[in-house]
T-cell receptor, first 115, second 114 residues
Framework: ETGVTQTPRHLVMGMTNKKSLKCEQHLGHNAMYWYKQSAKKPLELMFVYNFKEQTENNSVPSRFSPECPNSSHLFLHLHTLQPEDSALYLC??????????????FGEGSWLTVV | SQQGEEDPQALSIQEGENATMNCSYKTSINNLQWYRQNSGRGLVHLILIRSNEREKHSGRLRVTLDTSKKSSSLLITASRAADTASYFCATAALGGGSQGNLIFGKGTKLSVKP
């Protein structure tokens, strides 16, 4: 138990569906992240939020829409996805930015399959 | 890109042997971190080494950092079957903005046979 909880753990959705991934951290951290992990590719940083403000959008397609209503919750809204978007989506949090010497705490991930 | 590159991509050893994984990166860093991931699970932080440190220990883990060569190594001594996992290095660059984020390499897949 890392203090970062992701739901659902598994999601299968059609290309025309709209779904959301949820992340909650119980660590009192100020920074939250979405990473994408595909087979045989490095972990890709998608979005960064610091004190609820988005500070990084790593050229992510608009079919992925993040939302951070408060410093403990982070959502990833999904719509009209493509099969190549199937991956493990990892949420993470840290006290402050990694460059400040902070470690990142990851959730268990949400396995997404787009059919 | 500051992305780290681990070497080897895969490593298979017998229980009791030592496992060494290497990581190279491209830009000046603030710190370098090693993480572990069991199959299909989230990543777990193992150890952080700052740019002004050369070596760090944590239990059976030993990490070295050579900033002149922009490389790091992770040594797991007396490996156990439970050490089977993927190991990632991650770097946080100097400076603010997007450079302050943690960027991961592709990982080394370690298999420890009983």
């Amino acid at each position: 138990e890392t203090g970062v909880t992701q739901t659902p753990r598994h999601l299968v959705m059609g290309m025309t569906n709209k779904k959301s991934l949820k992340c909650e951290q119980h660590l009192g951290h100020n920074a939250m992240y979405w990473y994408k992990q595909s087979a045989k590719k490095p972990l890709e940083l998608m979005f960064v939020y610091n004190f609820k403000e988005q500070t990084e959008n790593n050229s992510v397609p608009s079919r992925f829409s993040p939302e951070c209503p408060n410093s403990s919750h982070l959502f990833l809204h999904l719509h009209t996805l493509q099969p190549e978007d199937s991956a493990l989506y990892l949420c993470a949090s840290s006290q402050d930015r990694a460059s400040s010497g902070n470690t990142i705490y990851f959730g268990e991930g949400s396995w997404l399959t787009v059919v | 890109s500051q992305q780290g590159e681990e070497d080897p991509q895969a490593l298979s050893i017998q229980e009791g042997e030592n496992a060494t994984m290497n990581c190279s990166y491209k830009t000046s860093i603030n710190n370098l971190q090693w993480y572990r991931q069991n199959s299909g699970r989230g990543l777990v932080h193992l150890i952080l080494i700052r740019s002004n440190e050369r070596e760090k220990h944590s239990g059976r883990l030993r990490v070295t950092l050579d900033t002149s060569k922009k490389s790091s190594s992770l040594l797991i001594t007396a490996s156990r079957a439970a050490d089977t996992a993927s190991y990632f290095c991650a770097t946080a660059a100097l400076g603010g903005g997007s450079q302050g984020n943690l960027i991961f390499g592709k990982g080394t897949k370690l298999s420890v046979k009983p």
